[in-house]
């Protein structure tokens, strides 16, 4: 009863709307907007050709009632109250002074402020973390890049043998070398260098059956300087990591407030892994001696609800970003920073130690990269947040039941006719 009677007052805006603009009055109603500059909205990637324009004579307070009140209050009919109450907060701010964002632009982590996070850490509910904690684009990024920071601390601990005389031991030979060059989810070296990765030679690894000595901790993200899917022009540690898997992506909270990498008024959208890398000495199942790591991994997430410029999305998606693209280019919603901390699963790596050459370890390594000796207290244990990682996989689950946009589906295609009058 609610939806039908928020969409008869939507309805009924809307045919005001049109009546005032018959009349062509020239009231109060027809106040100057402050437009955003018409270069901050492109490139639009849309074969709509409205997508990122601004609306035409509009009465802006019939507008702004109509959009606010009814169109965010239905955005939570559909969407639920988590993620309708991030869309409904976009609706609410303006392309005004004291709203639009003047800052320096985010290029790293160290440039989100305190003030910027303050502006989303209302907004981002548990459930919200959960599902970026559970999303198989997340869990798929933390497993390869475990696997990449795990070879590279045994690759390092072989070509620092001052630094770990712990695992001075005689090392593995193979008659054909690995020259550990290629990487891609679970690719560990190429035997030769023109070939692809698909024929590369698999990672070495076995599980561990014993391990002694001291722990060593590594910073996660320096590890990751040869990392598949590392964005280029960022230090190591920063991902391009697409949000968009699920089946219903709509209502999926990492692909419909976060998606792929781009960016915003704040600046670059950005998915950082840091975190820290424990490992031992080991001896695997097949008394090879190893490398044990364990994985301390959290994964930071900063991105902005903001359409211009940028892509409109799949054609289900189109059914709103078309046309709240063009309330953002008519300056009658603002983009929201969103920024999303979550721990990560532990995972247990066991790399077999291969011999290295005085040529291979040359120039390997960043400078900054090193390790310390850790005290065995404070390692990670495998059971680190697991209730946290229990509640985030039951929360995929519960999305993948509740799909709440498709029961709405008729909600979202009127408010979308009625926005595109």
């Not at 891609?184 to 002694?212: C, L, Y």
């Not at 419909?256 to 424990?278: I, K």
């Not at 097949?286 to 490398?291: A, G, K, L």
Request: aromatic share 8%.
């Amino acid at each position: 009863m609610y939806l039908t009677l928020l969409l008869a007052l939507l309805l009924v805006t809307s045919c005001e709307t049109r009546r005032e603009r018959s009349r062509g009055e020239m009231t109060s109603k027809h106040r100057v907007k402050n437009l955003p500059p018409a270069d901050s909205l492109q490139p639009a990637v849309c074969s709509n050709p409205v997508y990122c324009t601004p609306y035409g004579s509009m009465p802006w307070d019939i507008t702004v009632a109509a959009h606010e009140r009814m169109v965010g209050a239905a955005m939570k009919q559909a969407f639920g109250n988590d993620l309708g109450t991030i869309w409904e907060t976009y609706l609410h701010r303006k392309y005004v002074p004291g709203t639009i964002y003047t800052g320096e632009k985010v290029r790293t982590l160290v440039d989100v402020t305190e003030s910027i996070k303050s502006v989303s850490s209302s907004l981002i509910t548990t459930n919200i973390e959960d599902q970026f904690r559970g999303d198989p684009t997340a869990l798929d990024h933390n497993r390869r890049a475990v696997d990449t920071a795990s070879f590279n601390a045994m690759r390092y601990i072989k070509c620092h043998p001052e630094q770990f005389p712990s695992f001075h031991t005689s090392p593995q030979t193979m008659d054909d070398p690995i020259r550990f060059k290629r990487r891609s989810s679970g690719v560990r070296g190429s035997r030769d260098e023109d070939k692809e990765s698909s024929q590369a030679v698999p990672q070495q690894t076995s599980p561990a059956r014993t391990h002694e000595g001291p722990w060593f901790e590594f910073e996660f993200d320096k590890l990751l300087f040869d990392y598949d899917d590392a964005i280029p022009d960022k230090p190591s540690g920063y991902v391009d990591m697409n949000f968009g898997g699920m089946d219903n992506t709509l209502y999926h909270a990492p692909s419909n407030l976060a998606g792929g990498v781009g960016g915003s008024d704040y600046g670059d959208d950005l998915r950082f892994f840091g975190g820290h890398l424990h490992c031992t000495k080991s001896m695997s199942v097949n008394d090879q001696p190893s490398v044990l790591c364990r994985s301390r991994v959290m994964l930071h997430v900063f991105d902005a609800i903001d359409f211009c410029p940028g892509q409109c999305g799949t054609g289900a998606e189109q059914l709103l970003t078309i046309a709240f693209s063009r309330l953002e280019a008519s300056g009658l919603a603002y983009d929201i920073p969103l920024y999303v901390e979550v721990w990560m699963p532990v995972i247990e790596v066991n790399t077999i130690l291969w011999e290295m050459s005085a040529e291979q370890c040359q120039s390997l390594f960043p400078s900054e990269l090193h390790a310390n000796e850790l005290e065995g207290s404070l390692v990670v244990q495998t059971s680190f947040n697991s209730e946290d990682h229990e509640r985030a996989a039951q929360a995929i689950i519960n999305h993948r039941n509740e799909a709440k946009i498709y029961s709405a589906q008729g909600t979202i295609e009127t408010i979308a006719e009625m926005l595109s009058e």
